[in-house]
């Protein structure tokens, strides 16, 4: 079965600052997907990024960027610039290729202070 | 881009009353669609996953006869809380699989509260 990990229940920064948030996971498949979702306070789940495992290259969507370290069984999203509007909560999931169930972590809370 | 709209928002209902909460995808169809349930600052956990024109699968732990769920048609699938108790309540969001890539979009989400 397949685990996601996030050890950081809440995490702060200030406005134009970066922060790193942490995830790690356990599967024993060789190729899967890894996303991170951003759920505001409107309960909208977003799509923030995207890494396929196959591709050795970090992801990367503007300000947001990730350290897929596929050996480690690492994935962490860096904000940087955060903006207040990045104030939210920030899920880890993998999804297997051969399936389509996502695999949540419990999530970290990111306050964005101005 | 593909929108899933989910109503309602938010339902209050009374201690054994049955709830119906839907799921539309806009401008797409949606073969499969997956029901979640979050509780207060906890992550999502899948509750079934249903596929348009069959039974749905449910996950381990989930009593399918208590949250029924149906995907009669390519743009709709309903989930219903039978029989409601406090225990209940909570956040329930869907989510649909786009055909053709391996991208997801989710409902808005329902808060349910049962008195």
């Known amino acids: 079965a397949q685990t996601v990990t996030q050890s950081q229940p809440e995490m702060s920064v200030q406005e134009a600052e970066t922060v790193t948030l942490s995830c790690t996971y356990d599967?024993?498949?060789?190729?899967?997907?890894l996303f991170w979702y951003k759920q505001p306070p409107s309960r909208q789940m977003i799509l923030v990024i995207r890494q396929e495992a196959y591709k050795q290259q970090n992801a990367t969507e503007n300000r947001f960027s990730v350290n897929f370290q596929k050996a480690a069984k690492s994935f962490s999203l860096k904000i940087s610039d955060s903006q207040l509007g990045d104030t939210a909560m920030y899920f880890c999931a993998f999804m297997s290729v051969t399936g389509n169930q996502f695999y949540f972590g419990t999530g970290t809370s990111l306050t964005v202070i101005p | 881009g593909a929108v899933v709209s989910q109503h309602p928002s938010r339902v209050i209902c009374k201690s054994g009353t049955s709830v119906k909460i839907e799921c539309r995808s806009l401008d797409f169809q949606a073969t499969t669609m997956f029901w979640y349930r979050q509780f207060p600052k906890k992550s999502l956990m899948l509750m079934a996953t249903s596929n348009e024109g069959s039974k749905a699968t449910y996950e381990q732990g989930v009593e399918k006869d208590k949250f029924l769920i149906n995907h009669a048609s390519l743009t709709l699938s309903t989930l219903t809380v039978t029989s409601a108790h406090p225990e209940d309540s909570s956040f329930y969001i869907c989510?649909?699989?786009?055909?053709?890539?391996?991208?997801?979009?989710f409902g808005s989400g329902t808060r349910l509260t049962v008195v």
């Open positions: 599967t024993s498949e060789s190729n899967y997907y």
């Open positions: 989510s649909a699989r786009l055909q053709g890539v391996y991208g997801y979009t």
